[in-house]
């Protein structure tokens, strides 16, 4: 494909939390991973669990799911560990179907749903969101919590802050994101998350001196660097959810973004999965009913395995990953209408094809070697006119106080924006 005729000028990406391909599209005709006969065995007992169908949208509890567990779940690449991993708990092994997931199955039948896309490092969030932004991660995001990764910073003795004890923070510092790619090379972008610390440093940010500030973040490796807090040019990037919307209504959305949920409409048990199904489609009817649908690829992630089964065994790169499949659609005005791709994918698949339709350096040798995402694209057919879905007014006003969670300042603003509901 022609790097220069290809007219994707606007790449958002969009990452849920913790679920398994199985667990949503367990039951999707020709998914690569379903097994009729599987049965997970238990932990000291006789015998083993199937899978089983819910619609119960919010499950009790979350479900172990950092370096320990992920490891026992993978067993070596037997793929039979997910019960032990969490003590029994059968809702390792539930599932969804079309019914409880309506919208979701709605844009894997009509755009691209890819079924070997999988998430980068065996282990929780924080190293799996590290991956979608660098192609590689801190090592001790892989083993430790934030509240070890802020400890390290403390003089054991003294109590004090002693930033050079920083493991986290100065492995973080060490490594180059997209974001700052981007920024060298001239291109828009922004992390819809919260935004930027201002007038704060990051010694500050550690300690806890700032409001809404925390380097420690699991779904927001940025505020773990540096420049978030020193450097202007950058620091204005990283900017609240909400605005994302304002973006798109007023023309300026950037070139690269990233979209990360506030926790109800994350996905993340216990968070009712309806919220977040309403969620994603409001930021797909958002783009739908822009002027950015013909030259926008949004492409809909989950950042790992959350505990649930799967059966599909990741392919090794090396000492870290890759891990368990999560869901992913591609969703585009030249995406295959209806499209099961099976090629091979991960985080770093993404940021190939943004290196790749920006002529960009690579990262790491996890993207260099990746496979880009070009297969799930038809570019020899005239676009396709968007099928937003056209949420109730009551749909998006349960969603709305989530989207603004941890930032008011567009509130106004935004309200009035759906109230209108622009072209």
């Known amino acids: 494909m022609n790097r220069a005729s290809v007219p994707f000028n606007h790449i958002v990406v969009l990452m849920q939390e913790n679920r398994t391909f199985d667990n949503y599209f367990w039951t999707?005709?020709?998914q690569v991973g379903y097994n009729p006969s599987l049965c997970m065995p238990l932990t000291r007992t006789q015998g083993c669990m199937r899978p089983w169908q819910t619609n119960r949208t919010a499950i009790p509890s979350d479900l172990p799911h950092d370096w320990v567990s992920t490891h026992i779940a993978y067993d070596n690449g037997s793929m039979d560990g997910f019960m032990r991993a969490a003590s029994n708990n059968p809702y390792v092994m539930s599932y969804y179907d079309e019914d409880t997931l309506p919208y979701l199955w709605f844009f894997a039948r009509n755009y691209v749903l890819a079924d070997e896309f999988f998430t980068s490092a065996k282990s929780y969030s924080q190293p799996n969101h590290w991956y979608m932004i660098a192609g590689r991660a801190p090592n001790v995001s892989l083993y430790e919590n934030a509240a070890t990764e802020r400890n390290q910073c403390y003089n054991q003795l003294t109590g004090k802050l002693t930033l050079q004890s920083c493991e986290y923070i100065n492995q973080a510092n060490e490594i180059e994101t997209m974001a700052e790619i981007l920024t060298e090379h001239g291109i828009s972008w922004k992390y819809y998350d919260l935004p930027a610390p201002e007038n704060a440093t990051l010694a500050q940010a550690i300690e806890g001196k700032c409001r809404g500030c925390n380097p420690f973040d699991y779904w927001n490796p940025l505020m773990a660097k540096n420049a978030t807090y020193t450097d202007r040019d950058f620091s204005s990037s990283v900017v609240p959810r909400i605005q994302f919307f304002w973006d798109v209504a007023n023309g300026t959305l950037p070139q690269v973004s990233w979209i990360i949920p506030s926790p109800p409409i994350s996905d993340h048990p216990p968070a009712n999965i309806t919220l977040g199904m309403w969620w994603i489609t409001y930021v797909a009817d958002t783009?739908?009913?822009?002027?950015?649908?013909?030259?926008?690829?949004?492409?809909?992630l989950w950042d790992d395995y959350g505990g649930f089964f799967d059966t599909v065994k990741p392919p090794n790169v090396d000492n870290y990953g890759l891990s368990f499949r999560c869901p992913a659609l591609i969703i585009s005005a030249y995406s295959k209408s209806g499209f099961l791709d099976?090629?091979?994918?991960s985080f770093e698949s993404v940021l190939r094809f943004i290196e790749w339709r920006f002529n960009l350096p690579f990262l790491s040798e996890r993207d260099k070697n990746a496979n880009n995402i070009l297969n799930a694209f038809?570019?020899?057919?005239?676009?396709r006119g968007p099928k937003p879905i056209n949420m109730t007014d009551k749909q998006v006003a349960s969603i709305m106080p989530y989207i603004f969670q941890g930032y008011r300042k567009y509130a106004a603003q935004q309200l009035q924006f759906v109230n209108n509901d622009p072209d």
């Not at 783009?287 to 809909?300: A, E, G, P």
């Not at 038809?378 to 676009?383: A, E, F, I, T, V």
């Open 28 to 30: 999707y005709p020709g």
């Open 287 to 300: 783009i739908m009913k822009s002027k950015y649908w013909y030259d926008t690829v949004l492409i809909v």
């Open 342 to 345: 099976h090629t091979i994918y």
């Open 378 to 383: 038809d570019l020899s057919h005239p676009p």
